[in-house]
């Protein structure tokens, strides 16, 4: 972190012939457990990476938002009175879409010069966006001298990509960007926006992530698509039990089992995969209390396979490589992590087998794929926060 921080102090005095006046930092997130149940209300289990997104920042004197994107150096100027989306630079939707938040908020904002620089891999099903907005976020209450409590904050970030984006994601990501906590799993229920912080504290285990760099196919479009699907269950249920319930998570099981055969098939499996991943999340945190490794792993395996068969939002790839490291030694278990369609897994591996582990798996998936996989290893760590100030 420390070569991060001089290296983006650097290039913010290169660019602006002046210090920043902070440098924030939001991480990523690898989902443990809970996939697309944030958005039905349901249960999530994300862990913070060590891997984020960082700002230099300096408050300007005008209202223009004057941003440098070091990873793929491109520089873009807006100001923050006239909010849009920029088809050129889309990066800077997220910097505009949380000013536009915070402005209708009635936040008195001020422009800033700032530099950015992520060391997460982007669209990749880590976050790299929701570490973009809660770390733009963080940078906004810093230099306007206001905080947003940690809930409205994961919440503001949903409306960005919801309502400035477009796309209809749920607040998983942008929660444990904010809230993430070192040595812990965030244990989140969607409804409530209640959260248990769980420890992770797996002597002989770690988990890792691998990433099939395989670009994510119309992950917008698609995810929307499953969302829809989700609210054709839901209306089929509230019609055949006389409800107005407003998400899945307001069924049960055999609640939805009973309506098999007057559902339509699509839509049944997509809320079947929802309400078993609750039930998932569930287990899972009890098998983590109780130390029980080979169940933890099993319940990975097992959402992954409904994610496959009855979410249908996995990739050749993400088969490909969950199937490789199911067959490595010492592997207890793997899935696709994040929205999906391409992307990353997580794979919960015995330590003293890790570096084979790791060797065999992208070796074996480039043979397969011809693809270059990458492994990624961070502890679960702290959400969004200062790390300099000048
Ligand atoms: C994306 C969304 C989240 C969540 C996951 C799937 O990451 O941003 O809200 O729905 O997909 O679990």
Redesign the pocket.
Known sequence: MGEIIEYIEKQFYDLFKTKPEVIVKAPGRV?IIG?????NHGYVLPMALEQGTYIAGKRRKDSLLNFYALNIHRQCIADLHYPSRNPIEPWMDYVMGVSYELKKLNYSLHGIDGVIYGDIPMACGL?SSASLEMAVLKLFEVIGDFTIDDVESAKLGQRVENEFLGLK?????QFISRCGKKEHALFLDCRTLEYKLIPIDLPEHTFVIANTNCPRGLTGSKYNERVTECNTALNTLNSYYKRSATHLRDFTLDELLETKNIMEPVAFKRAYHVLTENQRVLSCIDALKNGDIQKVGNLLNESDFSLQRDYEVTNRELEIITGIARNIEGCKGARMT??GFGGCTINLVETKYLDNFTNMLIEKYSEETSRKGSCIISPPSDGAKIVKTF
Request: hydrophobic share 20%; no cysteine; charged share 20%.
């Open positions: 989902n996939e697309h149940t944030d958005y976050s994601s749920g607040i998983m990501d994040g929205a």
